[in-house]
């Protein structure tokens, strides 16, 4: 029970870091647009000061863009490739749906733990943390991270069965099996009275007769005389076992015997 809720707290708050670098990714995303666009316009107005001073920095200003050719496009894909992973990360901790991961991306099935999980969001918190960025990307990133490496202590120790432990259908299934068993019988119409068989105008089907019943219609004769005549007659002898001491029991001694002679 307290792994099944631990396992869960962790999901919860992998799925809120995912959430918030999502939201983060988006926003440096339309910053990192805004600041190309302002640079780009700079350049165009042709004022010597302001470009000079924008071409010597190695990235926009504001931006986590780099000033080099196609350095817009790179950071905008950036940006686009955490915020497709994060999307699949989230849907995979949901565990919707689940047959497609099992089938084109078996490393986030349910055949396989949170591992693989965490290394991946420790490579997107590191690609946030390399770059310079506002506080709001820094803490959603750093956070990621962390429940990254959780993620991947969590895979090594339950390894496979982690995502079955925390599965809310797998712990009702188990919650089932702990009710009892129905008693067998305990709704079963009741069986016919003797008396409705005894004069019953129906013929009774036959059927043969167990061992158990062929043995309880003939008589016994126990263990005493009769026993044993009817025994000889069928050629079983009965005979008086032979008298032996056990293994453990002390072997007499010639004192003793000595004792019994003079006596």
């Not at 910053?31 to 470009?51: L, P, Q």
């Not at 119409?189 to 008396?195: L, N, T, Y």
Request: glycine share 8%.
């Amino acid at each position: 029970m307290y792994i099944f809720i631990g396992l869960n707290i962790v999901r919860a708050l992998s799925i809120i870091a995912l959430l918030l670098v999502f939201s983060s990714s988006i926003f440096t995303l339309v910053n990192d647009v805004e600041a190309a666009n302002a640079f780009m316009a700079a350049k165009k107005a042709g004022n010597a000061t302001e470009t000079s001073d924008m071409v010597d920095c190695d990235y926009v200003e504001g931006s986590t863009v780099p000033n080099q050719p196609a350095g817009e496009f790179w950071a905008v894909l950036n940006r686009l490739l955490i915020i497709f992973q994060v999307i699949i990360l989230i849907l995979s901790e949901i565990g919707w749906p689940m047959k497609a991961f099992d089938k084109w991306f078996p490393v986030l099935g349910s055949n396989f733990g949170v591992g693989a999980l965490g290394v991946i969001q420790c490579l997107i918190g590191a690609a946030v943390l390399s770059h310079h960025v506002d506080d709001f990307s820094l803490v959603s990133a750093f956070f990621l991270f962390a429940l990254g490496c959780l993620n991947i202590a969590i895979g090594l120790i339950f390894r496979a069965s982690v995502k079955t432990r925390r599965s809310i259908t797998s712990w009702k299934e188990r919650a089932k099996d702990v009710l009892p068993p129905p008693v067998a019988g305990l709704m079963s119409p009741p069986a016919a009275s003797f008396m409705s068989s005894v004069f019953s105008t129906e013929k009774q089907p036959e059927r043969p007769m167990s061992p158990e019943e062929v043995l309880a219609t003939r008589p016994g004769f126990g263990f005493g005389r009769q026993g044993e005549k009817k025994a000889a007659l069928k050629g079983f002898l009965l005979q008086r076992p032979v008298e032996s001491l056990p293994r453990y029991a002390p072997k007499p001694t010639s004192e003793s015997g000595h004792a019994d002679e003079k006596d």
